[in-house]
C-alpha cells in the first residue's frame, strides 16, 4: 500500500513538473510547436520510460485528470453564457462557419475511411477528431472508438491547424476578425481559441464561440452517426 502511494505520488509529481516547465518554455520563446500540450506529453512519455513506469501504474494516476476532464465539459458553457448577446447578434456567420467546418471535418473522415479502407472502430475514434477533447472522448467511447487513437488525432489536428492557420488565412487574404477567429477555433479547438484571443477581443470570443458551438454541434449529431458510417 506504502509503496502503491508512493507510485501514485511520483506520477502526479512529474506529470505536474512536465507541465510548468513546459509552460514556462512557451510563456519564454513563444513558438506554437512548444504548446505545453505537446511538449509536456513528450516530456512525460520520456521520464516514464527513464524510470520504467509501468502503463498500468499511470493509468491508475490518470484517474484524477480524467475528472478534471469531465468538469472541464461543464465548464463549456461559461463562453456561451458570457458571449451569449455577441452570439444572437452574429448568430448567423456563427452557424454557417461552425457548422460548415464541422460538417467538412466529419466528410473528410468518412472520404479518408473509404479511400484507405479503414476499420470501423478506427472511423469511430477519428469522427470527432475536429472538436474539443473532453467531448471527443465522449462521442468517440459512445461510437466504440479507441479513447488513445481519439487523443492522439485530436491533439495532431490541432497542432497542425495551430501551426499552418494563421499563415494560410494570410495568404488567403482574410482580414475579417470574425472569420479568423472561426477558422481557428473550429479546426483548433481551445488552442485556436487561445490563438485568437491574441489577435483581439473580437477574434477571441468567436473562436471561443466557435471552440464550444462545433462540439455541441457534433454532440447533437451523435444519435445519427452511427448510422451514417
Not at 142 to 161: E, K, P, Q, Y
Amino acid at each position: 500500500m506504502i509503496l502503491f502511494m508512493i507510485n501514485i505520488f511520483f506520477c502526479l509529481a512529474i506529470t505536474l513538473a512536465c507541465y510548468f516547465f513546459s509552460f514556462k518554455l512557451y510563456r519564454k520563446y513563444k513558438k506554437a510547436w512548444l504548446n505545453p500540450l505537446y511538449t509536456a506529453s513528450a516530456l512525460l512519455i520520456f521520464f516514464l520510460l527513464i524510470f520504467h513506469i509501468h502503463e498500468d501504474t499511470y493509468q491508475q494516476v490518470s484517474v484524477v485528470f480524467n475528472q478534471l476532464l469531465q468538469l472541464a465539459v461543464v465548464s463549456l458553457a461559461v463562453p456561451l453564457y458570457k458571449q451569449w448577446s455577441f452570439l444572437k447578434k452574429n448568430y448567423k456567420k456563427i452557424f454557417a462557419g461552425v457548422i460548415s467546418g464541422t460538417v467538412l471535418g466529419v466528410i473528410a473522415v468518412l472520404g479518408m475511411a473509404q479511400l484507405f479502407q479503414l476499420k470501423q472502430q478506427l472511423l469511430a475514434s477519428l469522427i470527432p477528431r475536429s472538436v474539443t477533447l473532453p467531448i471527443a472522448l465522449t462521442i468517440s467511447n459512445d461510437l466504440g472508438g479507441i479513447t488513445s487513437t481519439t487523443i492522439f488525432f485530436v491533439i495532431f489536428s490541432a497542432l497542425i491547424s495551430l501551426m499552418i492557420g494563421p499563415k494560410l488565412l494570410n495568404q488567403l487574404g482574410i482580414k475579417s476578425k470574425s472569420a479568423k477567429g472561426l477558422a481557428m477555433g473550429t479546426s483548433a479547438q481551445m488552442l485556436g481559441a487561445n490563438r485568437s484571443l491574441v489577435w483581439g477581443e473580437e477574434e477571441g470570443a468567436m473562436g471561443s464561440i466557435a471552440m464550444t458551438t462545433s462540439a455541441l454541434f457534433l454532440s447533437v449529431l451523435m444519435p445519427i452517426l452511427p448510422y451514417i458510417f
